[in-house]
């Protein structure tokens, strides 16, 4: 691959460990509707896509009609659990702090849901206005939309772009926008729930831990402070 220029990080599940609190809260606001479903049919089908999407393939796989209020609904329930129970990724404002290289955000979350996760979580300001939601693309992932979006606008050559990604669809989007991907494993809601990856979603490198990103690129990282004392005149 060629030299890495900038790094993009997915959000939920890469960043904050959240995809376990938003599968767990639509699996029962559906459930008030009839739908059954759990946490294994969540990660399979709706694991990095956009909301639209998701209701989308639950009205035609199930036959259910929801609501207009249902998402409205489920967004205020899940940005209340958020304030209870919503976590950063150990490791990752460390990783942020170190990373040698321009990096951004890009999300298929709602810029709303991605803006409060973030302050909840403190990396609001590591991030600042590198942030691009589904909502800026035509089509959200798996098509490669977003990435290149981000990489355009962030002067970018997509060769020279490192994505991390937790989700198959993700890790798809990634590869079909022609970037190096790693997918990242550490989050709660994979616990236990990896399996094979197809062709179309094999990334370049796993990553189960952030504390080992600069170990694998030690070229992305900034060089550590000096921090012995200084030396005394005479």
């Known amino acids: 691959m060629p030299e890495t220029e900038l790094v993009i990080f997915d959000c939920d599940g890469v960043l904050i460990d959240s995809e376990v609190i938003s599968a767990n809260m639509l699996i029962a606001e559906l459930k008030l509707y009839g739908v059954e479903m759990d946490l294994d ?3 399979r ?3 990095g896509r956009s909301y639209p999407v998701v209701l989308k393939e639950v009205r035609e796989q ?3 009609a929801l609501p207009d209020h249902f998402e409205a ?4 329930r899940l940005l209340a659990a958020f304030a209870e129970g919503l976590r950063v990724m150990p490791g990752a404002p460390e990783l942020l702090s170190r990373l040698a290289r321009p990096y951004a955000l890009a999300t298929s979350s709602s810029p709303e849901r991605t803006a409060r996760a973030l302050a909840l979580t403190g990396l609001d300001h590591a991030f600042g206005d590198r942030v691009f939601t589904a909502s800026q693309v035509a089509r ?3 098509a490669p939309d977003l990435f290149l979006h981000v ?3 962030m002067g970018v050559a997509p060769a020279a772009c490192l994505v991390v990604e937790d989700s198959l669809n993700g890790v798809r989007a990634g590869l079909a926008a022609g970037m190096e991907v790693w997918r990242f494993t550490g989050g709660s809601h994979l616990a236990g729930r990896l399996s094979q990856e197809p062709a179309d979603a094999t ?3 796993h ?3 952030f504390g080992d990103f600069l170990t694998l690129r030690p070229d992305l990282a900034q060089p550590l402070p000096d921090r012995r004392p200084a030396a005394v005149a005479p």
Request: proline fraction near 8%; charged fraction near 30%.
């Open 73 to 76: 609904d489920y967004r205020r």
């Open 207 to 209: 990553l189960s831990d």
């Open 62 to 64: 199930f036959g259910v």
């Open 140 to 142: 959200g992932k798996p």
């Open 203 to 205: 990334p370049h490198r």
């Open 41 to 43: 049919f969540v990660s």
């Open 45 to 47: 089908h709706f694991l």
């Open 151 to 153: 990489a355009e606008v």
